[in-house]
C-alpha cells in the first residue's frame, strides 16, 4: 500500500505551456494512480487538451516534470508515449478512412516477420488479432480488409479504444471520448470504460460534461484558463457541485 | 448483380486493365496496317517500361498525399548529368550513379520544401518542372548533346532486347514488383497509405509523416532519373525538349489506374498496367496515321473521365458495402450498439 501511494502512475507537477501571448496551462500539479479513473474537467479553453497533448509528446512543455511509471519522462513524440505504454482516443477521428479495419488498427505498431534480410508484414496474424479484438467487444465483421468507413461513430470509437488497450496501455487517455456520440452509444462506451479498471488500465476522461463521467471516475480535477482550480474525490462531491465549480471558474472559488 | 461486378472489377483492376490492353492490340491490329508487328510490340513494351518506372514513383507519392509535376524534367536533367559526365571520361556506371543521387536529392528538396516550409507540392515541383529543363537548355543552348564513349557493360545492361523484349523491360519488372511489395507488405507501405489518408491522424498515432513524404520524393526523383539514364539505352543523343509533358502521361496513368488524387488509397499495379495502356493507344493512333497532337486530346479526355470515374467508384462502394451489411443471410458487423 505504502508503495504505491508513493510512486504513482502518473505524477505532473508545475506543468507550463505557453502558445505565443495564451497561457495555456499553468503550473499545474496532477496526478493519477493506479486503477484509477480521473476525471479531467473544464470548459472550453481551459487547457484540458493542451495538457494531454503534452503527455502525448506533440507538444513539449515549457516548463515541469512528469513521471510516468515513477520514472521522469518527456515524451518527444506520440510514437514514445505509445512506446512507453499510454495511448489517447480522440474526440474526433481516430482512423483513417481510407484504409481497411486490420490496417487501421496496426499503424505504428505493425507486426512483421522476417524473411532472410527482411521484414515484412504478417497480414494474416494481424487480419487475426484485428477480428478477434472486435469480437470481444461485440463488433462482428466478416473480414478485417473491410473498410472502417462502414462503421458507424460509435462503433469507431470502441474500435479505437480496443486498439489502445490491445496495445497494453497503461494510462488511457480518453479525450472527449461521448461527445459526438449518440445518448446510446455514450452509454456503451461509459460501460466499457467502468470495466477498464478491473484490467489494470488508469484513464483519463476529459470532457465537458460532468453526468458523462461522473458515474464512472473516481476523482476530478478541474482547470480553467490553464489553472487547476479543484481536485476532490467523488464521494466529497456531486455532479451539481462540480458543473457548478466549473461554471463560476477561478475567480469565485479559491 | 451489377453492384457485385462493379465490386469484382475494383479488386481485381489489373485484370481489367489487362483485358483493355489485349482489346487495343486486337482493334489496332486490325485497323492499323503494320501494328501487329514484332518491332511495334518491341516499341511498345519499351516505351511502355520508360512510363511505367516513372509511375511507379509517381503512385507511391500520390498515394502519401502529394503530387511532383517535375519528373519530366528530371528525366531529361539527369540524362543530361549522365552524358555531360561520360563525355568527360567518367565511366557510364559511375555517371549513372550521379545522376541517380541528384534525382535523389531534387526529391530531397522537394520532400523538404514540401513538408517543412509548407508549400504545397503542386507549387514547388511546378517549379523544378521549369528549372531543371531550362538549365539544361541554357547549357546546351537548345542543341542536342551526343553520346562520346565506348559502349560499357552497364548500358549495355540497360539496352537491347532479349527476343521480343527490351531489356528495359525486366528492369521495370523488377522495380514494379519490389515497389508493390513495399507498399502493400511492409511497415512503410502502411505508413504511405496512412499519411495519404489522414497525416494528423496517422501522426498522433506515432507515424512520422514527414519522413515518409520526403522519403516518397526521394523515391519518385530517384526512379525519373533512372529512366532518363536508362534513356541513353536506346538513344546516342539528347535533346533538351525530350520527354516534354510526360507528367502528363504518369499522372494519367495513376489516375486511370483508381488511384485517387486526395490520397491515402491505390494499386500500384493497375497504374503501371495503364501506363502500358496508354502507350499503345499512343503508338496504335501513330501507325494507324492520326496525327501526334491528337494523343494529348486523348490522354486529357481520360483523364477527365477518371476522375469522374473514380468518384463514382469510391460512392459506389461505400453503398455496395452498406448494402451487404444491411441484408443477405449473415450478419456482417453486428455489434452490441445495434442491437438492444
Known sequence: ?254 | MVKKKILWAIGHGEIVFLFLFLLFYVIFSNIATGFSSSGILHLILLVGAELGIITIGMSLLIISGEIDLSVASVFVFSTFITLTATNRGVPFALAALIALSCGCLIGLLNGCLTVKLRIPSFIVTLGGLLLWRAIVAGITSGEPTFYEREPSLFLSSLSGQVGLVPKLFFWFVGLAVIFSIVLTRTKFGNWVFAVGGDKETARALGVRADRVKIACFMITSTLAAFAGVAYLGHSSYLDPVVATGIELEVIASVVMGGILLSGGTGNLINAIVCAFVLKEIQIGMGVYGIPVVYYKVVIGALLVISVIGNRQIIQRMTKAMAGIRNSGKTTEVVSSFDED
Open chain 1, 1 to 254: 500500500m505504502l508503495a504505491q501511494e508513493k510512486m504513482s502512475l502518473l505524477k505532473i507537477r508545475g506543468l507550463t505551456k505557453t502558445f505565443g501571448e495564451v497561457i495555456a496551462l499553468k503550473d499545474i500539479d496532477l496526478d493519477v494512480d493506479y486503477n484509477e479513473v480521473v476525471g479531467l474537467l473544464g470548459d472550453n479553453g481551459a487547457g484540458k487538451s493542451t495538457l494531454v497533448r503534452i503527455l502525448m509528446g506533440v507538444y513539449a512543455p515549457d516548463k515541469g516534470e512528469i513521471s510516468f511509471l515513477g520514472r521522469k519522462t518527456r515524451f518527444r513524440s506520440p510514437d514514445e508515449a505509445r512506446a512507453a505504454g499510454i495511448e489517447i482516443v480522440y474526440q474526433g477521428s481516430n482512423l483513417i478512412g481510407t484504409m481497411s479495419i486490420w490496417r487501421n488498427f496496426f499503424i505504428g505498431k505493425e507486426e512483421t516477420k522476417r524473411y532472410g534480410f527482411f521484414s515484412l508484414l504478417d497480414v494474416p496474424s494481424m487480419k487475426k488479432k484485428a477480428l478477434a479484438s472486435l469480437e470481444e467487444i461485440g463488433i462482428e465483421m466478416r473480414s478485417a480488409d473491410e473498410g472502417v468507413s462502414i462503421l458507424s461513430g460509435g462503433q469507431q470509437q470502441s474500435v479505437a479504444i480496443t486498439r489502445a488497450l490491445y496495445f497494453d496501455a497503461k494510462l488511457l487517455i480518453l479525450d472527449e471520448p461521448t461527445t459526438a456520440l449518440s445518448v446510446r452509444e455514450t452509454a456503451k462506451v461509459l460501460d466499457f470504460v467502468k470495466g477498464l479498471k478491473g484490467r489494470g488500465i488508469s484513464v483519463i476522461f476529459i470532457t465537458h460534461n460532468i453526468y458523462h463521467v461522473f458515474d464512472v471516475a473516481d476523482r476530478f480535477e478541474i482547470l480553467d484558463h490553464g489553472i487547476k482550480i479543484c481536485s476532490l474525490n467523488k464521494k466529497d462531491s456531486s455532479a451539481e457541485e462540480i458543473t457548478n465549480i466549473i461554471r463560476v471558474g477561478y475567480n469565485k472559488k479559491r
